[in-house]
């Protein structure tokens, strides 16, 4: 396999997964929230695992502010 066509391999899966995204947007009232709510429930597992790591920042951050040394 080629470095250009790794590049293309890799692109056109999240290519494929936004078309029915952008179809829901373009065609529905309201679909950009609609779309962004179905992106949140597909993705929950990375969304929780992202939303878990910031909440322990902004709490040590609290604690920082809180408790400076």
Do not use: C, K
């Amino acid at each position: 396999m080629t470095t250009g066509t790794s590049w293309t391999v890799r692109l056109a899966r999240p290519i494929r997964e936004l078309r029915s995204y952008a179809a829901i947007v373009l065609i529905l009232p309201g679909g950009s929230l609609i779309a962004l709510s179905l992106w949140m429930l597909r993705h929950r597992t990375w969304l929780a695992a992202r939303a878990r790591r910031g909440l322990a920042a902004l709490l040590a951050f609290a604690v920082g502010l809180i408790f400076p040394r």
